[in-house]
């Protein structure tokens, strides 16, 4: 790990999806060509991030964590793209937070100075390289809901004791969730095993709370709003019995219900005399999207964030009178939170509003749009779709193109899945 690693200068080329090939171009070039995503440079599919849309949500979601006295350590699994985190950081995130080991070495060698692995670690391979990174002075805290999590550390210690033990998080969870423990009792228990251990140092809790079971809206957030009051109560027993003896860190908040998170723990500004580091790691947020997170609630003291995404696709064939087949598919965007949304159509350099287009499948390069008026579109029109769920639209694309509102394109984002 040099911590240094330059990630713009790597050559543009016949690897990059829908890129031109031109000889020489680096990532950090690409706005010298002058080169405009829909005037013929570029080949479609292509993936677009509006700059205007990103800039705007980056400075949302900074604004709402200053005004609330949190902080913000976002999911670099999103979009692992150190370029973008850095923009994050420079926004004032505190922290990247990643999945595991393999992505926390990504954003560890290109300059991440703090790391929260949101997860368990259980092999000893990735603890070493753990131990080793904090060694070499990036702050690194990961989580634990077994004993084995707890056992396993201590081994990793043992071996290089070096950086000392590793900071850990309990994590939290619920019934029909995700990883966690599941009662206040196994978290308490788990608190003291961790607080005995010579490996490991307790610093607070941790969970998930965006994939709340319930039948709608309404039902899912109260059921968070009881979730993140019982994670509470379990933080201050862990400080009413001296388990976590500096100030203990509460981090919650995907991208669903930041402002639910920050409701219920400000209230706990301290946690038995002890002032409460609440750690937000929403990461949609910074290019939100036109479908999963589009219908979502959250208040962030009245801003709303843009979406920052857009596919766009030809029109490849009109089969049937109410059916047109797109040149995209799920190898370019995201299906599993629903399919992309038609948005507009281009036509001879003109754009205007689709109505009446509704995705209705995907194959691995095809689209299926269903069309309520047959002259909606025509083989050759280019077609403006919205991604549902921005952490498996990134994936399908390792450098991405940065266009301004008339979609010249100022940069490009490299990614490292």
Not at 117 to 143: F, S
Not at 154 to 167: K, L, R
Not at 275 to 304: E, F, K, M, Q, V
Request: with cysteine.
């Amino acid at each position: 790990m040099n911590g240094h690693a330059d990630t713009t200068d790597d050559v543009v080329g016949w690897r990059d999806k829908s890129f031109p090939s031109v000889a020489g171009v680096t990532v950090d070039t690409i706005a010298d060509q002058q080169w405009n995503l829909l005037n013929g440079d570029f080949a479609f599919p292509v993936l677009a991030l509006r700059r205007s849309a990103l800039e705007h949500n980056l400075a949302v979601m900074a604004a709402f964590c200053r005004d609330e006295g949190v902080e913000l350590a976002p999911h670099g699994k999103t979009h692992m793209s150190p370029q973008l985190w850095d923009r994050q950081r420079a926004s004032g995130a505190t922290a990247v937070t990643v999945a595991h080991v393999s992505q926390a070495r990504v954003f560890a060698e290109t300059g991440a100075t703090a790391i929260l692995i949101a997860n368990e670690v259980i092999d000893l391979h990735d603890l070493a390289w753990i131990q080793r990174t904090r060694a070499a002075g990036v702050v690194i805290t990961i989580v634990i809901d077994s004993f084995t999590g707890i056992a396993v550390a201590e081994a990793a210690v043992a071996a290089d004791p070096e950086a000392g033990p590793i900071d850990v998080l309990i994590e939290l969870g619920y019934p029909g969730g995700r990883a966690g423990v599941r009662s206040a009792s196994h978290a308490l228990a788990l608190a003291r095993s961790a607080h005995a251990s010579p490996g490991v140092t307790l610093r607070g809790v941790e969970g998930f709370e965006g994939v709340m079971p319930g039948e709608d809206e309404e039902i899912r957030r109260e059921a968070v709003r009881r979730y993140l009051d019982g994670a509470v109560s379990t933080l201050a027993a862990f400080v009413r019995d001296g388990l976590v003896t500096e100030s203990p860190i509460a981090s919650f908040g995907g991208s669903m219900y930041p402002d639910l998170v920050v409701d219920a723990l400000r209230m706990s500004s301290e946690v038995r005399g002890l002032p409460l580091r609440i750690l937000l790691r929403s990461g949609c947020y910074l290019t939100h999207d036109h479908g999963l997170y589009a219908g979502t609630t959250a208040d962030l003291n009245g801003a709303t964030l843009e979406p920052a995404l857009e596919l766009w696709a030809r029109v490849l064939s009109r089969p049937e009178p109410k059916l047109a087949i797109l040149g995209a598919g799920k190898r370019d965007a995201p299906h599993d939170s629903g399919f992309p949304v038609a948005l507009r159509r281009r036509v001879d350099g003109v754009e205007s509003p689709l109505t009446g287009v509704r995705v209705t499948g995907m194959n691995d390069q095809h689209l299926y749009a269903a069309l309520d008026r047959a002259e909606a579109l025509d083989v050759g029109d280019l077609v403006c779709l919205g991604i549902s769920h921005p952490c498996t639209a990134f994936d399908k694309w390792r450098l991405i193109p940065e266009v301004d509102d008339h979609y010249l394109v100022v940069g490009a984002i490299r990614t490292y899945f």
